[in-house]
């Protein structure tokens, strides 16, 4: 069972609201990620850290940003909501391989927020 | 380009019959390849992790294959089950940094009926 977390699960908000969506992972991963996944397709990689003040954007160009302050806590933030951030965003966790190894480790996934903006 | 593709898009089968999804990825260099379950509304969860010389990995009813000379991967069900219902995502990681890029394929969405 993966130890990371996202709240809220479900989110019904209108547009131009400030949100935050939370992520925490209790296994002491470096590297954490955000995705966006829309029904039917594949995740999209939106943000991503590589430890304690790291965060870089991903493939898909997003409105939203994040912090990572605490190596267990990768919030992302919508500051002003509309319609088209409705989707469901997935964070992710997985340690940095160790130098020399082929096999990069595997990524906990939390289990989804689920985000609708009317 | 960097590119997962999977098929097929959507399956139906019946309980307890077997069924075989297929995985191309043009990905290179490359590291390794993960097969994930998702659960409708839930994260994806990891069912077999291949690297370059592995050809066949198990768990339980879940059989993966890797040709890396093909850049084929397919997986495997066995003995179908209701909760085998799911999209599967087949996960290619690139081994062009110590960070290890991940790269989505679209995933098959299975159901199996009763």
């Known amino acids: 069972e993966a130890d990371i977390y996202q709240t809220p699960r479900y989110l019904v908000i209108g547009t131009g609201k400030k949100i935050t969506l939370e992520c925490s992972q209790t296994m002491g991963h470096d590297k954490m990620y955000w995705y966006q996944q829309d029904p039917g397709m594949e995740l999209h990689l939106i943000h991503y850290?590589?430890?304690?003040?790291?965060?870089e954007k991903g493939d898909l160009s997003s409105e939203s940003t994040v912090s990572r302050i605490r190596t267990e806590h990768f919030p992302l933030t919508l500051e002003s909501a509309r319609p088209s951030h409705t989707s469901q965003y997935l964070c992710?966790?997985?340690?940095?391989?160790?130098?020399?190894?082929?096999?990069?480790?595997?990524?906990?996934f939390g289990q989804g927020t689920r985000l609708t903006v009317v | 380009k960097n590119q997962v593709e999977q098929s097929p898009q959507s399956l139906i089968i019946l309980e307890g019959k077997n069924c075989t999804l297929q995985?191309?990825?043009?990905?290179?260099?490359?590291?390794?390849l993960r097969w994930y379950k998702q659960d409708t509304g839930r994260g994806p969860v990891s069912l077999t992790i291949?690297?370059?010389?592995?050809n066949t990995k198990s768990n339980g009813r879940y059989t993966a294959t890797l040709d890396a000379d093909t850049k084929q991967s397919s997986l495997h069900i066995t003995a179908s089950q209701l909760s085998d219902s799911a999209s599967y995502i087949c996960?290619?990681?690139?081994?062009?940094?110590?960070?290890?890029?991940?790269?989505f394929g679209r995933g098959t969405q299975l159901t199996v009926w009763p």
């Open positions: 992710a966790s997985s340690k940095i391989k160790d130098r020399g190894s082929e096999v990069a480790t595997e990524a906990f």
């Open positions: 996960v290619v990681t690139d081994r062009g940094s110590t960070l290890g890029r991940l790269y």
């Open positions: 850290s590589y430890g304690v003040n790291s965060t």
């Open positions: 995985c191309n990825y043009t990905v290179s260099p490359f590291s390794n």
């Open positions: 291949m690297t370059f010389s592995e």
